[in-house]
């Protein structure tokens, strides 16, 4: 049974939201602001974290930042319904998906089940396909898919379960073009529609998390209104 952090200051949320995951089959912990999730998660983390932005003590921004210095979990934002600045700011700090309020509880259960499933895959060595298991090795670049481990010029990077996927399907193909459907394709269920600036979002984490091991890193290529591509050394 997975463990799903729910941290809200909206109590109707809290427990409606925890209602439906329970009755899902999930186990629910909910916090109504950020310092009393982060307590928590440093005493025991969850499988999963739900986060609203707009939280007293500590908000779901800071709570985030904290989350990624040791541990990349699956998160996903709640976010206002009109706040393009939150989803973006929120996706580039290491967010794997955003839901905007208000919301179908629903979508918000597949949204978790899809990168729960994702997040297996990667952590199992039954779930992926033998493509997808096996070692990728591109000049300075090394993939492990079973240990989700990356390697860039003998630098450990640490990569949430969204952009691992994304790095690995540019990899598999040095040189071919990914369009954006093509790599939410990867990185998202046939049932979960993300826009554009999602992937663009991802991309850019990426390529941060790449340079801060080595700042030349240029390896990921954008071609404007087509996708990226992947070019080796």
């Known amino acids: 049974m997975s463990r799903i952090a729910l941290v809200d200051d909206d109590r109707n949320i809290l427990t409606s939201v925890s209602m439906t995951l329970e009755a899902e089959g999930f186990e629910v912990e909910t916090y109504n602001d950020g310092q009393s999730a982060l307590e928590a998660f440093n005493r025991r983390l969850p499988d999963m974290a739900v986060l609203d932005i ?33 989803e973006v700011l929120g996706l580039r700090m290491g967010a794997d998906d955003y839901v905007k309020k208000p919301f179908s509880q629903r979508l918000l259960v597949e949204r978790i089940r899809a990168l729960l499933r994702r997040q297996e895959a990667i952590a199992s060595d039954d779930g992926p396909a033998p493509e997808e298991s096996k070692i990728i090795e591109r000049g300075s670049l090394t993939m492990d898919p079973l240990r989700h481990a990356v390697v860039w010029r003998g630098k450990d990077v640490s990569l949430t379960v969204t952009e691992f996927l994304l790095l690995q399907a540019l990899a598999q193909r040095p040189g071919f073009v990914k369009s954006r459907d093509q790599l939410m394709d990867v990185a998202y269920d046939d049932q979960v529609y993300v826009d554009d600036r999602t992937i663009d979002s991802h991309i850019k984490r990426l390529r941060k998390k790449m340079r801060q091991a080595d700042p030349e890193f240029s390896a990921i290529e954008t071609l404007y209104g087509i996708g990226y591509r992947y070019n080796e050394e």
């Open 54 to 86: 707009k939280m007293p003590r500590m908000d779901g921004m800071d709570l985030l930042q904290r989350v990624r210095q040791k541990t990349n979990m699956p998160v996903i934002f709640l976010t206002s319904k009109d706040d393009e600045i939150d």
